[in-house]
C-alpha cells in the first residue's frame, strides 16, 4: 500500500517536471493521458506564463527561507484538473524567480491526515529548526486538526524528506469550534513570556474568527479564552496571516518582533468573496488581542493586497535581505470546462513582492523582489512624450507579451479631473470600473497602458488611473480592466473590470504605474505599489508577436510620460 502510493507520486512528480520544465510537452508520454486535454500542444501552451512560477493548482502555503534557500510549498493536485487529493507539493529556488521541483513535502498518509494535507505555515525555531504546521483532514465529513511535520536531515540543503512524528495531531478542535472550519495554521510567534502563539482560521455562525494557540514547547497547545480578533458577518477566514511591520523604514520583521516602533498586519482570505484582505492595527501583547486602527475598514468594503485574481497569500521574513516577502495564488478565469483552453494546468504563483507599510500608517505597499530585474533583456525608453486626449503611442522593440514596464505620467493640473458623484462612495471600486472604464472619456484619466493588445485594438487589458474630484480632495481610481482582454465571447469566462482606489498625493502631479506582463497574467503596481491588480487573460489575437503594448490618454487633460522603461522578460527555470 505505502509502496503503491510513493510510486505513484513518482508518477505524478515526472509528471508535473515534465509539463513545467519542458515546453514541448510530448503526448505520447502515457502516464500523463488522464491529465492532459484532448487539445494540442500549441493550445496548451498558448496561455503559459514565461517567467511566473506555474504550480499546477491551488493555494500556497508557508514559504520560508532556510540556510540560503527559498522553499515554496504550495497546494497541489497530483491527480489532476479537478480540485482534491492535496498534498504540500515543494520547490525551491536560490532567487525567488527560478525553482527546482522537488518531491511533494507532505501527503496524506496517517490517521491524523489520511483525507488531505491542507494549508500552513512554516516556523523556524530557536537552534535553526524549520517546522510545518499544517491542517490534515481526517474523515469524509472533512473534519480538520493541525498538525506538524519536520525535516527528516537538516544537513540536506534541500530538506527533500518531511517527518510528521506520533504525537500529531498537535491541536483538535473543542466543543465551541466547527471542525470543518478550523484550518491554516500561522507562522507561529514567540511571546516575551517564552510562549508560542499561533492562529487558527474559523468560524461562529457568520463572524470569521482567529483562534489563538499558546505553548511553551511547541508540542502541547492551549486555547486562548478569546480569539485574537474577530469580524462580524465576514464568514470563515482561511490562510491568515499575522506579522509586524516597521513604522520607522521598509524593512521586514521578523515575526516575533514587537515594539513601540511596531504595527501588526491582519490578513484574512474571506471564503465567501475569496479576495485577500488586511488592516493595519495594533497588538496588544499582554491582552493578545489585535485591535485594527480606526480607519481601518474591517471587512468585505477593506483593504486588498489585490485588487485581482489573488487568494490565499502568505508572507515571510526573509533575513538574508532583511525583507517581509509576500507570495499569492492568481486562480484561472478561463472557467469553461469544454473549452480548448483546457491546458493541463491550472493556476500560477504571482511573482514575490516584497512588503512593507507606507509612511502614511494607512496601507502596505508592494514591489516586485529586485531578483526579478535579472530576467530583464531588451530594453526600449520613451521620455517626455505628449498625449492629448484620444492619443496613444506604441511601445516597440520588446516582446510585449513577457515583458516588464515602468512609466511615470505627469500632467500640468488637477483643474479637469471629473466630478466623484457622492453615490459612488458606497460602491466597490470595481463597480465605478465597470461603468467609468477606459472607453468612456473622461477629465484627468482615463490614462495608462493598454496591455496585451491587438494591433488594432480588438482586444486589450487596459491598466489605467482615472483622477476624480471629491469635496475636499481628490481620488484615484486604478482599474485593470478584463473584460475587452479577449474576443473569445465565452459567457462564463470571468473578464472583471478589477479595480481599487490609490492612496496617493498627487501634489507633484505624477502617477506612476509598472505592469508585468505574462502571456496570460497582467501584475500592476500602482503609484510605487501602494495599490495592485492582478489580471488573468486570455487573448485569442494578441497572442506572442501579434501582442501590442501602448500607452494612452483618453481625458481632456493631456497628458506627459515623463519616462517609460519597457524590457523583455527572460523565461525562469521551474
Ligand atoms: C543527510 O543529507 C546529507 C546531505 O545531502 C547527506 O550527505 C546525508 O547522507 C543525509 N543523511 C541521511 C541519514 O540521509
Ligand atoms: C459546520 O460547518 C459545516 C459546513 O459549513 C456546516 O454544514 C455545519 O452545519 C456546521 N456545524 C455546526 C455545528 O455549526
Ligand atoms: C477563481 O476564478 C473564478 C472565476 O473563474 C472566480 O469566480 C473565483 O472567485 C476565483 N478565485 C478563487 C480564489 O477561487
Ligand atoms: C477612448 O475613447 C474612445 C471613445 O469612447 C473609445 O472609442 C476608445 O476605445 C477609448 N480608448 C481606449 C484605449 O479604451
Ligand atoms: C515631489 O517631488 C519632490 C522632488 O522630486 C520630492 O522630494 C517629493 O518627495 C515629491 N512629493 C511627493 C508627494 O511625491
Ligand atoms: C517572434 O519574434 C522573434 C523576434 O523577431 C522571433 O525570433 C520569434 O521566432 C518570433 N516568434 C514567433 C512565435 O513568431
Same mark, same amino acid.
Given at each position: 500500500?505505502?509502496?503503491?502510493?510513493?510510486?505513484?507520486?513518482?508518477?505524478?512528480?515526472?509528471?508535473?517536471?515534465?509539463?513545467?520544465?519542458?515546453?514541448?510537452?510530448?503526448?505520447?508520454?502515457?502516464?500523463?493521458?488522464?491529465?492532459?486535454?484532448?487539445?494540442?500542444?500549441?493550445?496548451?501552451?498558448?496561455?503559459?506564463?514565461?517567467?511566473?512560477?506555474?504550480?499546477? #493548482?491551488?493555494?500556497?502555503?508557508?514559504?520560508?527561507?532556510?540556510?540560503?534557500?527559498?522553499?515554496?510549498?504550495?497546494?497541489?493536485?497530483?491527480?489532476?484538473?479537478?480540485?482534491?487529493?492535496?498534498?504540500?507539493?515543494?520547490?525551491?529556488?536560490?532567487?525567488?524567480?527560478?525553482?527546482?521541483?522537488?518531491?511533494?513535502?507532505?501527503?496524506?498518509?496517517?490517521?491524523?491526515?489520511?483525507?488531505?494535507?491542507?494549508?500552513?505555515?512554516?516556523?523556524?525555531?530557536?537552534?535553526?529548526?524549520?517546522?510545518?504546521?499544517?491542517?490534515?483532514?481526517?474523515? *469524509?465529513?472533512?473534519?480538520?486538526?493541525?498538525?506538524?511535520?519536520?525535516?527528516?536531515?537538516?544537513?540536506?540543503?534541500?530538506?527533500?524528506?518531511?517527518?510528521?512524528?506520533?504525537?500529531?495531531?498537535?491541536?483538535?478542535? *473543542?466543543?465551541?469550534?466547527?471542525?470543518?472550519?478550523? #484550518?491554516?495554521?500561522?507562522?507561529?510567534?514567540?511571546?516575551?513570556?517564552?510562549?508560542?502563539?499561533?492562529?487558527?482560521?474559523?468560524?461562529?455562525?457568520?463572524?470569521?474568527?482567529?483562534?489563538?494557540?499558546?505553548?511553551?514547547?511547541?508540542? =502541547?497547545?492551549?486555547?486562548?479564552?478569546?480569539?485574537?480578533?474577530?469580524?462580524?458577518?465576514?464568514?470563515?477566514?482561511?490562510?491568515?496571516?499575522?506579522?509586524?511591520?516597521?513604522?520607522?523604514?521598509?524593512?521586514?520583521?521578523?515575526?516575533?518582533?514587537?515594539?513601540?516602533?511596531?504595527?501588526?498586519?491582519?490578513?484574512?482570505?474571506?471564503? *465567501?468573496?475569496?479576495?485577500?484582505?488586511?488592516?493595519?492595527?495594533?497588538?496588544?501583547?499582554?491582552?493578545?488581542?489585535?485591535?485594527?486602527?480606526?480607519?481601518?475598514?474591517?471587512?468585505?468594503?477593506?483593504?486588498?493586497?489585490?485588487?485581482?485574481?489573488?487568494?490565499?497569500?502568505?508572507?515571510?521574513?526573509?533575513?538574508?535581505?532583511?525583507? #517581509?516577502?509576500?507570495?499569492?495564488?492568481?486562480?484561472?478565469?478561463?472557467?469553461?470546462?469544454?473549452?480548448?483552453?483546457?491546458?493541463?494546468?491550472?493556476?500560477?504563483?504571482?511573482?514575490?513582492?516584497?512588503?512593507?507599510?507606507?509612511?502614511?500608517?494607512?496601507?502596505?505597499?508592494?514591489?516586485?523582489?529586485?531578483?526579478?530585474?535579472?530576467?530583464?533583456?531588451?530594453?526600449?525608453?520613451? #521620455?517626455?512624450?505628449?498625449?492629448?486626449?484620444?492619443?496613444?503611442?506604441?511601445?516597440?522593440?520588446?516582446?510585449?507579451?513577457?515583458?516588464?514596464?515602468?512609466?511615470?505620467?505627469?500632467?500640468?493640473?488637477?483643474?479637469?479631473?471629473?466630478?466623484?458623484?457622492?453615490?459612488?462612495?458606497?460602491?466597490?471600486?470595481?463597480?465605478?470600473?465597470?461603468?467609468?472604464?477606459?472607453?468612456?472619456?473622461?477629465?484627468?484619466?482615463?490614462?495608462?497602458?493598454?496591455?496585451?493588445?491587438?494591433?488594432?485594438?480588438?482586444?486589450?487589458?487596459?491598466?489605467?488611473?482615472?483622477?476624480?474630484?471629491?469635496?475636499?480632495?481628490?481620488?484615484?481610481?486604478?482599474?485593470?480592466?478584463?473584460?475587452?482582454?479577449?474576443?473569445?465571447?465565452? =459567457?462564463?469566462?470571468?473578464?472583471?473590470?478589477?479595480?481599487?482606489?490609490?492612496?496617493?498625493?498627487?501634489?507633484?502631479?505624477?502617477?506612476?504605474?509598472?505592469?508585468?506582463?505574462?502571456?496570460?497574467?497582467?501584475?500592476?503596481?500602482?503609484?510605487?505599489?501602494?495599490?495592485?491588480?492582478?489580471?488573468?487573460?486570455?487573448?485569442?489575437?494578441?497572442?506572442?508577436?501579434?501582442?501590442?503594448?501602448?500607452?494612452?490618454?483618453?481625458?481632456?487633460?493631456?497628458?506627459?510620460?515623463?519616462?517609460?522603461?519597457?524590457?523583455?522578460?527572460?523565461?525562469?527555470?521551474?
Amino acid at each position: 500500500m505505502e509502496f503503491s502510493r510513493k510510486c505513484s507520486l513518482c508518477a505524478f512528480l515526472l509528471f508535473f517536471v515534465l509539463l513545467f520544465c519542458n515546453n514541448e510537452v510530448n503526448a505520447s508520454h502515457e502516464v500523463f493521458r488522464k491529465l492532459q486535454s484532448l487539445s494540442t500542444n500549441i493550445v496548451r501552451n498558448l496561455f503559459r506564463t514565461g517567467f511566473h512560477f506555474q504550480p499546477p #493548482r491551488h493555494w500556497i502555503n508557508g514559504p520560508m527561507y532556510y540556510n540560503g534557500i527559498y522553499h515554496l510549498f504550495y497546494q497541489y493536485n497530483p491527480k489532476g484538473e479537478v480540485w482534491g487529493n492535496i498534498v504540500w507539493a515543494h520547490s525551491v529556488s536560490v532567487d525567488l524567480v527560478n525553482w527546482i521541483n522537488l518531491e511533494p513535502a507532505i501527503y496524506p498518509s496517517e490517521a491524523f491526515d489520511k483525507y488531505g494535507t491542507w494549508s500552513g505555515s512554516t516556523t523556524i525555531l530557536p537552534g535553526n529548526k524549520p517546522v510545518i504546521l499544517y491542517t490534515g483532514i481526517i474523515d *469524509d465529513e472533512q473534519s480538520q486538526v493541525q498538525n506538524y511535520a519536520i525535516p527528516a536531515n537538516l544537513t540536506d540543503p534541500f530538506l527533500r524528506k518531511w517527518i510528521k512524528p506520533d504525537n500529531n495531531p498537535l491541536v483538535v478542535a *473543542d466543543q465551541s469550534i466547527n471542525k470543518t472550519k478550523f #484550518r491554516d495554521p500561522t507562522t507561529a510567534w514567540l511571546g516575551q513570556d517564552g510562549l508560542w502563539r499561533m492562529l487558527v482560521g474559523s468560524l461562529r455562525g457568520r463572524r470569521g474568527l482567529a483562534l489563538l494557540y499558546w505553548s511553551r514547547d511547541f508540542m =502541547k497547545w492551549t486555547k486562548a479564552k478569546h480569539p485574537i480578533h474577530s469580524s462580524a458577518d465576514t464568514g470563515n477566514w482561511e490562510c491568515v496571516d499575522f506579522f509586524p511591520v516597521s513604522l520607522e523604514h521598509t524593512d521586514g520583521l521578523d515575526t516575533s518582533s514587537h515594539g513601540e516602533k511596531v504595527k501588526h498586519v491582519l490578513k484574512v482570505s474571506l471564503d *465567501d468573496t475569496r479576495y485577500d484582505y488586511y488592516t493595519i492595527g495594533t497588538y496588544d501583547t499582554k491582552k493578545d488581542r489585535y485591535t485594527p486602527d480606526e480607519t481601518m475598514v474591517d471587512g468585505w468594503k477593506g483593504l486588498r493586497l489585490d485588487y485581482g485574481n489573488f487568494y490565499a497569500s502568505k508572507t515571510f521574513y526573509d533575513p538574508s535581505k532583511n525583507r #517581509r516577502i509576500l507570495m499569492g495564488w492568481a486562480n484561472e478565469s478561463d472557467v469553461v470546462p469544454t473549452d480548448a483552453i483546457n491546458k493541463g494546468w491550472s493556476g500560477i504563483q504571482t511573482i514575490p513582492r516584497r512588503l512593507w507599510l507606507d509612511p502614511s500608517g494607512r496601507h502596505l505597499v508592494q514591489w516586485p523582489v529586485e531578483e526579478l530585474e535579472h530576467l530583464r533583456k531588451q530594453k526600449v525608453e520613451i #521620455r517626455n512624450y505628449r498625449l492629448n486626449k484620444g492619443e496613444k503611442v506604441e511601445v516597440e522593440g520588446i516582446t510585449p507579451a513577457q515583458a516588464d514596464v515602468e512609466v511615470t505620467f505627469s500632467f500640468s493640473s488637477l483643474e479637469n479631473a471629473e466630478e466623484f458623484d457622492p453615490s459612488w462612495a458606497d460602491l466597490y471600486a470595481q463597480d465605478v470600473c465597470g461603468f467609468r472604464g477606459s472607453t468612456v472619456q473622461g477629465g484627468l484619466g482615463p490614462f495608462g497602458l493598454l496591455t496585451l493588445s491587438s494591433e488594432n485594438l480588438e482586444e486589450y487589458t487596459p491598466v489605467f488611473f482615472r483622477v476624480f474630484k471629491t469635496q475636499d480632495k481628490y481620488k484615484v481610481l486604478m482599474c485593470s480592466d478584463a473584460s475587452r482582454s479577449s474576443v473569445r465571447n465565452h =459567457k462564463k469566462m470571468y473578464k472583471p473590470s478589477f479595480a481599487g482606489y490609490v492612496d496617493v498625493d498627487l501634489t507633484n502631479k505624477t502617477l506612476s504605474l509598472r505592469s508585468l506582463i505574462d502571456h496570460s497574467v497582467v501584475e500592476s503596481f500602482g503609484a510605487g505599489g501602494k495599490t495592485v491588480i492582478t489580471s488573468r487573460v486570455y487573448p485569442a489575437l494578441s497572442i506572442y508577436n501579434d501582442t501590442h503594448l501602448f500607452a494612452f490618454n483618453n481625458g481632456t487633460e493631456t497628458v506627459r510620460i515623463e519616462n517609460l522603461d519597457a524590457w523583455s522578460m527572460d523565461k525562469c527555470d521551474r
